[in-house]
């Protein structure tokens, strides 16, 4: 080993836990982000990065009515005095700010390539410029007034406010989203009309619930439009917790055309979501087969969004098309409600849309109340130097004297008349033109509007009531200016329901109909092939094995499968192995233990009754659609205990059963002995000395007892044949007629599609 060196001598060298050290830097990492990064104010609704682009364009005299600067003299201004961060992360803020699709109510207004919809990226700020706009202006109204704090920036030279005055409600209006550590943000854009109602209504009434609360804003206000169909209970309880989300939906439209057809028109997509991306994966899709109902897609959009589905039929339901298209593409997608924000600048947490505009009301009387201090020190200022400019107008010859004989005019001006230091300036700074007589009248008129002035601001700072009044009024002025009767107020996302009961009927139209045949094996190998011409003596199986089930069904068929276990499996005939080779085992399908075997493999039929029975000769009468159960376990429907197993499951078709034994006694008894049942053991069919239930199955007692031989031969026993081996449920039974087929059953094959 080599010698240990130590380090350079440059100061005492201070053991620190590693643990204590990550901790603490961690701590100071995660605070840094979540206040100084990700998560808005809850007053003004702003990050730090986007308060500090519209106060740098405000210092550069950027109004609405101003002229246009370029973007890269914002972001080297914004970057150089408030922000010291890339470029590139100013301008991606910037830029966002004057999207009228990503932002409900643009801050800046843009002149350039600013991006668009289909997601392509805005040009360099050396090519673009901007300005604020009106709500922008309203955010930061009042500003060089003392109405917010001011801190010093990262250098301390210059003064950058803590947060904007925001005459606006910015966070609800414009949404904001964002990650920070161990927290995340995400609130959609809303209208502003509503939420001036919503304010309002709680300047009256402080304690409203979240449910009037949605009465006044029903959701969220999107700048892409779109319609949601989330329930107003959902809703509801989202701003009431502050989390939840909102299902949203494209606006499509049906469009009439030539020979009786028509196709579907997109004129507004969800949020955030890039048209180019949207169009190119319902492509894809289309290509993977797995849009079965469109046959094109063609996006015509210029200005407005126009995006073109064309079916694949004209007999395609336009219901079943759209849902097809919102389950699996971005035209329906969960705009998530967050609302976790840093309340009085300082604490994250999340809070219910009650709390959030409280607490914008109660800044807004923060700001009204420090405006009008403000307000009242100015005049408070003025009127001093007026009362100094009417002793001048009054002792004018006397005050020319002074000024003109003494070296030091301003001690004389103070001992002569009584002045302060402030009017004394005042007069020492007048021009010689303000000593018109015009100019006196004028004085006299001014002092008289500010002392009125000052009267109305002592008794509002006086007045709770007066304060919130005025309030009110500003909130008014707000919806008159941008509410619903504007062009930029109009709600564009709309409300409406999902349709109910679509799912079966979309899951069998997702699946294209053809036919096929089953082929299920003795050792449980299961295969479909295609079409209906398939002959069971062509088809070939693994050595050993042979043909135990074939059924013809189509794709959108769904096919069950009783089992010895006393389970029905249900499978859906267009995930079946195809018809090359001898297909898979059904075991790899579901699960079943080891000894478990197939019983019956048929086609479902809704409303269909069976008979199943053990071979301990139990069975009942069952509805098929209480067993159907799209689970690889299955639906246990026949309880079988120790060595009994399932063995039979027909069709309870008729008037009467026939049952035969394993010791080959036949018995036969009414049909309406047997109970109906979801499931259990049931009750017993016909009694056993030795063995145990070989077959059964109904019949008309009308039309005879049909039975298939093993040359596949089909024999009828009428009613006067069978004399005999009628009896009651639960007896044993007596030997069959002669001719009855040697291996006990009724029909080699008993369930057929």
């Excluded at 180019?276 to 897609?297: G, S």
């Excluded at 021009?431 to 109305?456: D, G, I, P, V």
């Excluded at 044949?721 to 009628?726: A, K, P, T």
């Amino acid at each position: 080993m080599g010698k240990r060196v130590s380090p350079p001598d440059s100061g005492p060298i201070e053991p620190v836990n590693l643990r204590d050290a990550l901790e603490e830097r961690y701590l100071a990492y995660a605070l840094s982000t979540i206040m100084h990064r990700a998560l808005p104010d809850v007053r003004d609704g702003l990050k730090p990065v986007h308060r500090r682009v519209l106060y740098a364009m405000q210092q550069l005299r950027l109004g609405p009515q101003g002229e246009f600067r370029k973007c890269a003299k914002i972001v080297g201004d914004t970057m150089g005095n408030f922000h010291p961060h890339g470029n590139q992360a100013i301008y991606d803020a910037l830029a966002r700010l004057a999207q009228d699709f990503s932002v409900r109510y643009p801050l800046i207004d843009g002149q350039g390539n600013f991006g668009n919809i289909d997601g392509d990226n805005p040009a360099a700020d050396r090519y673009t410029e901007a300005r604020l706009t009106a709500v922008a202006a309203h955010l930061l109204e009042g500003i060089d007034e003392d109405t917010v704090d001011f801190r010093p920036n990262y250098d301390g030279r210059e003064q950058e406010p803590s947060v904007l005055p925001a005459n606006f409600p910015n966070l609800l209006a414009n949404g904001s989203s964002g990650i920070a550590v161990g927290m995340a943000t995400s609130i959609p854009p809303h209208n502003v009309g509503e939420l001036c109602d919503a304010a309002l209504h709680l300047i009256k009434f402080p304690k409203a619930t979240a449910d009037k609360l949605v009465d006044l804003v029903p959701g969220p206000d999107l700048p892409t439009g779109g319609v949601i169909v989330e329930t107003r209970e959902e809703i509801v309880q989202a701003y009431k917790t502050g989390r939840g989300g909102f299902r949203l939906r494209a606006y499509w439209e049906q469009e009439d055309t030539s020979r009786g057809g028509y196709q579907i028109v997109i004129t507004e997509i969800p949020y955030q979501v890039p048209k180019a991306r949207l169009v190119a994966r319902i492509a894809e899709l289309l290509l993977q087969k797995k849009l079965p109902l469109l046959a094109d897609v063609r996006d015509e959009s210029a200005e407005d969004v126009r995006l073109i589905l064309e079916p694949k039929s004209r007999t395609v339901d336009p219901m079943l098309l759209m849902e097809q298209m919102f389950k699996l593409t971005e035209l329906e997608t969960r705009v998530s409600l967050n609302m976790n924000v840093l309340s009085q600048g300082q604490i994250p947490n999340v809070l219910s849309l009650r709390q959030v505009l409280l607490e914008w009301l109660d800044h807004r009387l923060v700001v009204l109340v420090r405006r009008s201090k403000f307000r009242l020190a100015k005049i408070d200022h003025r009127l001093e130097v007026l009362a100094g400019y009417l002793i001048v107008y009054l002792n004018l010859d006397k005050v020319i004297k002074i000024i003109r004989e003494k070296d030091e005019p301003k001690p004389a001006l103070i001992r002569a008349f009584k002045l302060t230091e402030v009017q004394a300036e005042a007069i020492l700074n007048m021009r010689l033109r303000a000593l018109r007589k015009l100019e006196e009248m004028e004085l006299r008129r001014e002092h008289t509007n500010l002392t009125t002035e000052r009267k109305e601001v002592k008794s509002l700072l006086a007045s709770k009531d007066k304060q919130w009044k005025r309030i009110a009024e500003e909130i008014k002025e707000l919806k008159k200016e941008f509410g619903d009767k504007t062009e930029l107020g109009k709600r564009r996302t709309t409300f409406d329901d999902a349709p109910e009961g679509v799912e079966i009927e979309l899951a069998e139209a997702m699946i294209e109909k053809e036919p096929v045949t089953i082929v299920l094996s003795d050792k449980g190998w299961i295969r479909a092939v295609r079409g209906h011409n398939t002959k069971p003596e062509s088809l070939t199986f693994k050595e050993g094995d042979r043909l135990k089930r074939f059924v013809r069904a189509q794709t959108t068929d769904t096919l069950l499968l009783f089992a010895t276990n006393g389970r029905f499996y249900s499978l859906p005939a267009d995930k079946l192995p195809g018809g090359r080779g001898h297909g898979e085992p059904f075991r790899l399908m579901v699960d079943i233990e080891d000894a478990g075997d197939s019983v019956e493999l048929f086609v479902h039929q809704p409303g269909r009754k069976l008979l199943i029975a053990g071979t301990s000769g139990h069975g009942f009468i069952v509805t098929e659609d209480d067993v159907v159960a799209m689970t690889r376990k299955g639906k246990q429907i026949l309880n079988v205990r120790g060595d009994d197993e399932a063995a039979v499951c027909v069709p309870a078709d008729g008037d009467s059963v026939a049952v035969i034994g394993e010791n080959r006694k036949l018995l036969l008894f009414p049909l309406k002995d047997l109970p109906e049942m979801p499931r259990g053991k049931g009750v017993r069919l016909q009694r056993y000395k030795d063995g145990g239930l070989a077959d059964a199955k109904t019949f008309t007692k009308k039309e005879g007892l049909n039975y298939i031989d093993a040359a596949e031969r089909t024999f009828t026993l009428s009613s006067a044949d069978l004399r005999d081996w009628w009896g009651g449920r639960a007896q044993a039974g007596r030997l069959p007629p002669r001719g009855f087929p040697k291996s006990g059953l009724f029909s080699s094959s008993k369930l057929k599609g």
